[in-house]
């Protein structure tokens, strides 16, 4: 079984989780000018357009 030879630092860990980010998804403006979010149904008029 594979165990590490010493610990891993606080720094050498956060540089390996760098790529780990969150993007927000970009609201979308439907053609009766409403904005919502993609692959969501339009409230008012039930269009679904992603």
């Given amino acids: 079984m594979a165990v590490p030879k010493r610990r891993v630092s606080k720094t050498r860990a ?22 919502r979010m993609p692959h969501r149904a339009n409230k008012n008029t039930g269009e679904y357009k992603s």
Avoid at 14 to 35: C, E, F, M, N, Q
């Fill in 14 to 35: 956060a540089k390996r989780r760098t790529h780990y980010k969150v993007t927000l998804p970009i609201p979308i403006k439907d053609s009766d000018g409403t904005w």
